[in-house]
């Protein structure tokens, strides 16, 4: 048991109390519950009974009543002796949404960037798979370094994009966050410093963090209409110049949130630096693929055979695949399969029989796909102008989302209130360090038009409850740090 909170203790938390144009009871159950979501409240805490918070507030006892019952009807508030509920976070009984897809209570998920399997070419792929499998039975079904048939189609795809790859240079793995485990595990030590771009992908910085790890952010110049979107390649190299982390983690490929692609002369300045530094490049190609106009660029491994690649088959196949890679020096693989078996001992053959088969005609489900995203993408910058055009929103040149800077710095409650409209969010704190992005939200253009428009629809009403809701801003704005853009 995690005690209780004292009226005192909750009006403070709660801020100046000026109730806006909502209901008094639902503007304090809303402000309840985002310092719940906020972790400013802690979990299995006690709230003040209602007459002693009534008499605190100066309000009556049946406003305190009705928020409470608002939070216990939410699963934010459980039903405890009399008034005394404890804080809590909604448990979903149903199973868990296809990312993309609406889940099972009717919400539109918004919270993954991922496309639904390409169906035919994916199924295909797994009844060739099954023929080939009577052949690999006798063995005994470990493989750390991943099926030889996989591994030849990897090496042979990226030698067709001008960089020449042999076999023993690929290790396969379960996923594109697993291969940065791996990367992490045995390139960095603890304490050790990680560059990363900022923001970047939300899973990284978790992996960063758990291995020990510091991420060491340098941001993103913030992109107005008609500006470049490049990377701040000058802010990169004094980084390692002077902080000498030990790897560098980025996304130059349609990087996950922006949609951005780095310059081949910036990818060319970039290994200099990282070379002269001692830092390893790590790149996440994960997203490579995604390019709807056709941009041209290089692969930053063929500037330099010291980076370090990630790929994967979730964002241009499907993630319930489960299979990635690394590319990297001979020597290296060696040390990351060293790794690699403290944590498992090989991927399920089966599915890597069929990403072999997906590998080898890897341009097959893509036209179709692009020629999706494109009109998504276009139909979700459209209804963003048209309904929120007070957000300022970066075209992305490829990828999955769209980056938009919120012209207050209400990320976190947004996200808290989305669910009330039918959506569900990802923060934008949760693709930055130290709290940074409140400014900022992901949105991701996986949806079909119709649903993209029922989405916008739900961020336009989570956007008016917001702006008429004082306190809900205030008590989030006084307790975040200022965004970094």
Known sequence: MSGSLNPTALVRLLGAWNPGALPAYR???????????????????????????????????????????SLREQGFLTTGQGSRGRTCIPHRTGPVSAPGLAVPDGLLDLAYASLPAAGEVVHRAFADAL?????????????AVGVPALREAIADKYTAEGVPTTADQILVTSGAQHALNIVLRTLAGKQDKVLVDHPTYPNALDAIRAAGCRPL??????????????????????VMNQQHPAMAYLVP???????????????RQLVRAAVASGTVLVVDET????????????????FSPAVVSIGSLSKSHWAGLRTGWIRADPALIVRFVATRTT??????????????????????????????????????????AEHLPEWEVERPQGGLTVWCRLPTPCSTALTVLAPEFGIRLAAGPRF?????????????????????????????AAQDKLDASPQLRRTLKTERPAAVA
């Open 27 to 69: 503007e304090l159950a809303d402000v309840v519950r985002l310092l719940v979501m906020d972790g400013r409240i802690p979990l299995d805490v006690a709230l003040p009974s209602e007459r002693a918070l009534a008499q605190t507030l100066g309000l009556s006892r049946t406003t305190v009543t009705a928020a409470y019952a």
């Open 131 to 143: 023929t080939e499998l009577p052949a690999l039975l006798p063995g005994f079904g470990y493989d």
């Open 217 to 238: 952010p340098v941001a993103l110049p913030h992109v107005r209409e008609g500006t470049s979107t490049a990377w701040d390649i000058d802010a990169m190299i004094t």
């Open 253 to 267: 490929d349609f990087h996950n949130p922006t949609g951005r692609i780095m310059p081949d002369l910036q990818r």
């Open 287 to 302: 997203l490579r693929a995604l390019n709807p106009d056709g941009v041209r660029t290089s692969p930053l491994s063929a």
């Open 343 to 384: 944590m498992d001992l090989g991927g399920p053959v089966v599915e890597q029989l069929a990403a072999a088969r997906l590998v080898r005609s890897f341009a097959e489900p893509l036209d179709a796909r692009l020629g999706e995203l494109r009109l998504n993408r276009e139909s979700l910058m459209s209804l963003l």
């Open 432 to 460: 930055g360090v130290g709290g940074a992005f409140e400014h900022y939200l992901r949105v991701p253009y996986t949806l079909p038009p119709a649903q993209l428009e029922s989405a916008v629809g739900a961020l336009r």
